[in-house]
């Protein structure tokens, strides 16, 4: 198994579940991608998805988060 540091997760997302989440579904995204062109992945498909997510190459986004860049964006066009 491959030793991930918890910090390096932790930095780009605070809330350790759901950093798996997001990994886990980067996972699936890989396993589904890979099956469908009939390729083999090196490696653990679960250790790629969370090198990935390290690397910056998963893209994701706080609901809450993205709910308030909405609604400042709305204020900002109509005042």
Known sequence: MTYIPRHKVVDLIPNKFKAIKI?????RRLNERARMFEVTLPGKITSLAVERLIDGKVEWFDQKERARQIRAEREQEEG
Not at 23 to 27: N, Q, R, V
């Open 23 to 27: 990994a886990a579904l980067e996972a």
